[in-house]
């Protein structure tokens, strides 16, 4: 565990594959700490180089997506040496739960909301890996955070962005499936709204990436 952990009055809130994230203050202020973890099948050097060198690039990417507009995380401390990065707290409902628990129209309108940021985000050459519902959160001014940029990138390659929508679209299908066509569309509107004529590219790769796992999944089941 990073140094800077110990002694502090934390709670751990989630493990994964690749970091902790623990809840605890920062000078007063409620905050997260994300600690990617060590890989032991990793040469020593080289793991501290790549985790360290994940945690600027997320670090790095927050800034620049708050600063094109994007509800996400303030950062707060980044220790590069530590793969350990504190950001803000987000205190809100989670959509994953919340679209499930709200009217057709609520989640259309959510929709539309994601759909804007998700643009936002790629006119700003982000890719955002794992736009799922679990990623993001309403908070009490009606605005929907994206939150754990761990998967993030720079790029503007049309196939980039295509997978990012193609993610929502699965994240709508498995777990909202009662809303998937409305909020959907909804999404796609507010997307093409801003992303414009660049869409046309990024929809002909949705198009393709999906036409793809068919080929697969037919080959699977022959």
Known sequence: MASILEGRDLHLIYRGAEAEIYLGSWY????????????????KEIDD????????????????????????PTVYY???????????????FRLKEYINSTSVDEAITL???IGCCIARLHKAGIQHGDPTTSNMILVG????????YGLSQYTVKAEDRAVDLIIFERALLSVHYKVYRCCMKAFIE????????EYGE???RMEEIKARGRYVSRRLLR
Request: glycine content about 8%; aromatic content about 8%.
């Open 28 to 43: 007063g202020r409620k905050a997260i700490f994300k600690y990617r973890i060590p890989k032991s099948y990793r040469i």
């Open 49 to 72: 180089h790549i985790r360290g060198r994940r945690t600027i690039l997320e670090a790095r990417i927050l800034r620049d997506a708050k600063n094109a507009g994007i509800p996400s």
């Open 78 to 92: 980044v220790d590069p040496p530590e793969a350990l990065l504190v950001m803000s707290y987000i205190d809100g």
């Open 111 to 113: 929709s539309r909301k």
């Open 141 to 148: 001014d009606g605005r929907v955070f994206l939150v754990d």
């Open 190 to 197: 507010e997307y093409e709204k801003i992303l414009g004529e």
């Open 202 to 204: 990024v929809k002909k």
